[in-house]
């Protein structure tokens, strides 16, 4: 199983969009994909129009905060086929101060802990981060192994992603498995001239992890209003071609992954 943090500590650069449309990408290509909300906005859900009685609160501390116990596989939601999600929202308010509480050794290992018991035969687990960092971001990267991360083509784009690098260098002490695997550039609008210019300074500055950008498009902010993924709202909008793309080369690396001895 793929363990991936879709993460940027910058808000607002399409997280929540690549998370959700590039799980349902995965999910409709025959992957069988895990989606963790864990922004106390409760996007994920949201932009799948799903509101789970329960979510990564439950499944992490095993109650539902009033003395009910709550097993994992009740957390877990099946919202597609082939696609299933924990939610976040407000609970992960008191989530965040719970995991604050406990021993400091081992606080930032526990959602790598809770997941261990098993993969139920998933392909992929990704994590749609919230902006910012906390305890609960520690604790995702030091479960995940691969990091993707996008990168709004506008504005001070590479000045927030060297604040987020700073992060990443301090978990990968921790979790030497953790890998920077792909730069997304999202929002790319072909008329204007920042657009092309961020993108071809990424693409000199990470050969290797950049990714075809997402161009911007109307269609990829109305899917989330009707509570579609952009394959359900636009299946032929340049946002639905974007992420099938992502998609596909997600499954053609781990094919290589694979094949490697
Ligand atoms: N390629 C795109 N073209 C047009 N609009 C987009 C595109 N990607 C994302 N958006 C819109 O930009 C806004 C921010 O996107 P999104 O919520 O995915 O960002 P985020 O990084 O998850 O934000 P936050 O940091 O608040 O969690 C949303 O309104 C979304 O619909
Ligand atoms: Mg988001």
Redesign the pocket.
């Known amino acids: 199983m793929r363990i991936i943090a879709v993460a940027m500590a910058k808000?607002?650069v399409g997280?929540?969009?690549t998370?959700v449309n590039l799980a349902h990408g995965l999910a409709l290509a025959g992957q069988r994909v895990l989606l963790v909300d864990c922004?106390t906005?409760a996007?994920?859900t949201t932009f799948l129009g799903v509101s789970p009685p329960y979510g990564l609160y439950e499944f992490i501390t095993g109650h539902d905060g009033a003395g009910q116990a709550v097993l994992k596989k009740e957390a877990v939601h099946a919202a597609r086929k082939n696609l299933w999600v924990l939610a976040g929202g407000i609970k992960l308010v008191e989530l965040k101060n719970w995991l604050g509480e406990q021993a400091r050794d081992r606080r930032h290992a526990i959602l790598r802990q809770s997941l261990k018991p098993g993969n139920q035969g998933l392909d992929y687990l990704i994590f749609?981060?919230?902006?910012g960092w906390d305890v609960l971001s520690v604790n995702i990267l030091m479960a995940a192994n691969e990091v993707l991360c996008p990168v709004a083509l506008q504005g001070p784009a590479l000045e927030g992603l060297k604040t987020f690098f700073g992060y990443l260098v301090s978990v990968q002490q921790l979790n030497k498995s953790l890998r920077l695997r792909y730069i997304l550039p999202t929002m790319f609008d072909r008329r204007t001239r920042q657009s092309h210019d961020i993108y071809h300074r990424l693409r000199r500055l990470f050969r290797k992890q950049i990714c075809d950008p997402i161009y911007h498009n109307v269609r990829l902010c109305e899917a989330p209003v009707a509570g579609r993924s952009i394959f359900e709202f636009a299946g032929s909008a340049s946002g639905a071609r974007d992420y099938r793309k992502l998609a596909e080369r997600l499954i053609d690396d781990g094919i290589r992954q694979e094949d490697q001895p």
Do not use: L, W
């Open positions: 808000g607002g997280k929540t969009t998370a922004d906005q996007q994920t749609d981060c919230a902006p």
